[in-house]
């Protein structure tokens, strides 16, 4: 029995000796070398707006993609940096200070924090730069450009983009081009077409990287370059215009189309066909009297389907039987699928789009718009039906005419006054960094427009 309690005292020291022992050994810690910024976020811009800015862990560099509105200048002055995520500590300045994200910071230009980590060794210097818009994205910014070297005879003339050209056709011989490589100047030169006889320049339609034309006898032919022709089998139908392209729509599975109107038996119908195949489809009906047949201009818009729509606007050719041209109270849009069924996108008088001589349509930035007429004011419409004048930020280029209150304390009247009204004949063409090329009859003037959110990358 007495053995027995010796050997647990025995056991007890043993186990004693052995926790001592590893009380007094030294312990050996490995601390993080982890310097890095895993997440950023500044506090909100406006309304509420949050801005997500990208870490470039390998440059050390974080900025926002989407650039802040223009005037956020008076807001980042004096910011608070929201979110901070790092496993260390933050320093910045000349000194080192430990960065407060309490406290507001002025990035307005680019600071520089420094990271440590938990090692007192590792150090991770980071840039912060927020990118600001110094152009308000919602302007239409107009330019004056070198004009034609002769102003077009008399008669249409018409626009278009072949290529990366600019091609303005002037009569059955002559044509001005320019390439758009550097679309802030143009240089000019005149080549010799070889137009058919009795081309209808207001025909000319661009699509597919060719351009398409009809003539007064019913032919229709098609280019390559801009300059030579080659006649199309219309299999024996007498064509009266061109009216656009459709392009190839995944959804549907439709190809490439090219349509436009025929004659048979003085009356009109669609066509179209397929860029792939040599036959034309015919429409059956006649097409409505109020149809336009003269100057189309159209644009192609996705619906909400995901299925593209061609639509048209253009001078609408009826006339009484007494020869006396029909006045028509509004411009009325125009839209297809498949180039053989036209429905028009009519509405409302309170809606509708006013009567526009040369009327112009343009699916850009995420708008249907309409030049034309009187060029005063432009109107717009989110899906082609309903149409109202342009925000103030989308017009066409003006000058400010400034009349004094009659009286001391009345205040100015400051009227904007557009530089192209009742400028008179025009053709249009938009080119593929959506810039819009007007060229002028009248004097051969040219102007180049965007609308600065389609030029910011």
């Known amino acids: 029995m007495r053995i027995k309690f010796l050997s647990v005292i025995l056991s007890f020291l043993l186990m004693s000796i052995a926790i001592s022992s590893c009380l007094d050994s030294d312990d050996n810690y490995e601390y993080s070398s982890d310097a890095t910024i895993r997440a950023f976020g500044i506090d909100t811009i406006g309304k509420g707006i949050y801005y997500k800015f990208t870490i470039d862990q390998l440059k050390r560099e974080i900025y926002n993609v989407d650039s802040l509105p223009v005037g956020s200048d008076t807001i980042i002055d004096k910011i608070l940096i929201d979110t901070l995520s790092v496993t260390g500590r933050v320093t910045s300045g000349l000194n080192d200070t430990l960065f407060n994200t309490s406290d507001s910071v002025d990035l307005r230009e680019p600071i520089k924090l420094k990271v440590h980590a938990a090692d007192g060794v590792t150090v991770r210097e980071y840039t912060i730069k927020v990118n600001v818009h110094k152009q308000d994205p919602d302007s239409l910014i107009w330019r004056e450009m070198a004009a034609l070297p002769a102003s077009p005879v008399s008669g249409k003339q018409k626009s278009v983009i072949l290529k990366g050209e600019l091609f303005v056709y002037t009569s059955s011989t002559t044509a001005y081009r320019s390439s758009l490589s550097t679309p802030a100047s143009l240089q000019w030169s005149l080549i010799n077409v070889e137009l058919p006889e009795g081309a209808k320049l207001n025909s000319i339609v661009s699509f597919n990287d060719q351009l398409f034309i009809t003539t007064t006898s019913g032919e229709?032919?098609?280019?390559?370059?801009?300059?030579?022709?080659?006649?199309?089998?219309?299999?024996?139908?007498?064509?009266?215009?061109?009216?656009?392209?459709?392009?190839?729509?995944?959804?549907?599975?439709?190809?490439?189309?090219?349509?436009?109107i025929f004659t048979k038996d003085d009356k009109n119908y669609f066509c179209a066909k397929n860029l792939e195949e040599t036959s034309w489809q015919k429409s059956e009906e006649t097409i409505p009297e109020n149809f336009p047949l003269e100057d189309i201009y159209s644009t192609v818009f996705t619906?909400?389907?995901?299925?593209?729509?061609?639509?048209?606007?253009?001078?609408?050719?009826?006339?009484?039987?007494?020869?006396?041209?029909?006045?028509?109270?509004?411009?009325?849009?125009?839209?297809?699928?498949?180039?053989?069924?036209?429905?028009?996108?009519?509405?409302?008088?309170?809606?509708?789009?006013?009567?526009?001589?040369?009327?112009?349509?343009?699916?850009?930035?995420?708008?249907?718009?309409?030049?034309?007429?009187?060029?005063?004011?432009?109107?717009?419409?989110?899906?082609?039906?309903?149409?109202?004048?342009?925000?103030?930020?989308?017009?066409?280029?003006?000058?400010?005419?400034?009349?004094?209150?009659?009286?001391?304390?009345?205040?100015?009247?400051?009227?904007?006054?557009?530089?192209?009204?009742?400028?008179?004949?025009?053709?249009?063409?938009?080119?593929?960094?959506?810039?819009?090329?007007?060229?002028?009859?009248?004097?051969?003037?040219?102007?180049?427009?965007?609308?600065?959110?389609l030029g910011f990358k």
């Open 220 to 260: 229709a032919f098609y280019s390559d370059n801009g300059i030579s022709w080659t006649q199309m089998d219309m299999q024996g139908m007498q064509m009266v215009t061109f009216l656009g392209g459709i392009p190839e729509d995944k959804v549907t599975g439709s190809k490439n189309k090219l349509t436009g």
């Open 303 to 453: 619906n909400a389907s995901g299925i593209k729509q061609t639509v048209i606007v253009g001078n609408t050719k009826t006339a009484t039987a007494d020869n006396t041209e029909i006045t028509t109270e509004e411009t009325v849009p125009w839209f297809t699928m498949d180039g053989l069924t036209w429905a028009d996108m009519s509405t409302p008088t309170d809606f509708s789009c006013p009567a526009m001589k040369n009327p112009s349509i343009m699916y850009y930035g995420g708008l249907f718009y309409m030049m034309g007429g009187d060029f005063n004011i432009i109107r717009t419409s989110r899906v082609g039906i309903e149409w109202n004048e342009a925000a103030t930020k989308f017009r066409y280029p003006t000058e400010i005419k400034v009349t004094p209150g009659e009286k001391e304390d009345d205040k100015d009247t400051i009227e904007y006054i557009s530089l192209f009204k009742d400028k008179g004949d025009y053709s249009l063409a938009i080119d593929t960094k959506h810039y819009i090329w007007i060229v002028w009859n009248s004097d051969g003037s040219v102007w180049r427009g965007r609308q600065n959110k």
